[in-house]
């Protein structure tokens, strides 16, 4: 029987090369507020795309392409948000997950479009390339724009946070410290899930009262505390577990390994190190989005890049870790943990 071979054809490779436009689409609307705008109730066309001050040339292409990609619906002339865009792009919602698309809107999106010069010179295309100091004094020296940056971690961290609180052994330990902890959704996630924990959150000073609010909201305050300070001149506070979300990959290979240095420190024998990304797999050709979350690092910080499981666990042996292993968490995200 004669075998059929497909034919290739050109279909996902123009797909990828224009998906960017579905981003903006979505980016825009974000932008504009068009889901919070429609997370009061259906609107027909011409009230819409007036509050939203829509030109008219344009507008019913826009809401019309949001909902050929399944983010709005439309009944005859009345467009409404779909279950998803209304729990999770309302800004008026506990839920809203805009806060990282907003930030991709106003920094990564203009900044990736130089993503070739990064390639080609291996330096940062953010604010620092405008004589910008760091990444975080940069974004921290505008209250709004470090409202923005903690609450963008917050969402894009909420998931591997909420699996963390739950499938990792707490009931081994009383205490735990959240390393770069920004709105501290992490630390907060493991305190409400297991009441007989203590914790803190430490990170830069400017993030304290970002941090005591969300705990506060989260009927927390009472076992989770915030420790100002930079792990650079500092001693990292003492716990049963330290715990590092999206903080290696900011950073070099020496500060990594400095870092797990601190943390290796701060714990006690048969403490836990839980480190957690979109760990790379091991072969690096599975994980696209760890894989680009490490162009990110290119194009974000001056040395910063992503890294496999196998990595990791490596850097953590040669710390002094006795035992290793990986696990996955959500999406593209997985966790090291190290037990000294
Ligand atoms: C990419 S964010 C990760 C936030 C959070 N852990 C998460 O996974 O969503 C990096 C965090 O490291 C903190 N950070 C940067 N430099 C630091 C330093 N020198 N000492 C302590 N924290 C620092 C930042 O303020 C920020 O909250």
Not at 13 to 27: D, E, N, P, Y
Not at 135 to 158: C, N, Q, V
Not at 172 to 193: C, E, I, M
Not at 220 to 227: E, G
Request: hydrophobic fraction near 40%; aromatic fraction near 10%; charged fraction near 20%.
């Amino acid at each position: 029987m004669e075998r059929c071979v497909s034919q290739p054809n050109p279909e996902k490779i123009l797909q990828t090369g224009l998906a960017f436009w579905a981003s903006k689409t979505l980016l825009s609307a974000v932008e504009i507020g068009v889901f919070t705008e429609l997370a009061q109730g259906a609107e027909g066309f011409e009230a819409l795309s007036g509050r939203l001050g829509l030109h008219a040339r344009s507008a019913r292409d826009f809401l019309d392409t949001l909902v050929a990609l399944g983010f709005l619906q439309r009944d005859g002339d009345r467009y409404s948000n779909t279950p998803e865009t209304d729990l999770f792009l309302d800004r008026r919602k506990p839920s809203y997950v805009g806060g990282i698309l907003e930030m991709a809107n106003a920094r990564l999106y203009p900044f990736w479009g130089h993503l070739t010069e990064a390639l080609r010179t291996g330096q940062p295309q953010n604010e620092v390339k405008s004589g910008g100091t760091g990444m975080f004094e940069t974004l921290y020296a505008d209250p709004a724009r470090l409202k923005g940056f903690l609450a963008a971690m917050s969402a894009i961290s909420h998931g591997a946070n909420m699996t963390i609180a739950r499938k990792f052994p707490w009931s081994n330990y009383k205490t735990f410290v959240d390393v770069g902890t920004a709105q501290g959704d992490l630390a907060v996630q493991v305190a409400v899930a297991n009441p007989h924990l203590r914790g803190n959150g430490f990170d830069l000073p400017e993030v304290a009262p970002i941090f005591e609010e969300y705990a506060a909201a989260a009927g927390v305050a009472d076992r989770l505390s915030f420790i100002p300070g930079s792990f650079f001149d500092r001693d990292l506070p003492k716990a049963d577990v330290v715990m590092m979300g999206h903080i290696l990959h900011d950073w070099d290979l020496p500060t990594k390994q400095m870092l797990m240095r601190k943390a290796y420190e701060a714990i006690p024998t048969g403490g836990a190190l839980i480190v957690y990304e979109a760990i790379i797999d091991d072969d690096r050709s599975k994980n696209a989005f760890g894989l680009m979350m490490s162009l990110n690092m290119l194009i974000e910080t001056p040395g910063g890049f992503d890294y496999t499981g196998a990595d990791c666990a490596g850097w953590m042996k040669d710390a002094g870790f006795s035992s290793t292993r990986v696990e996955p968490l959500v999406g593209p995200d997985s966790m090291v943990i190290g037990i000294k």
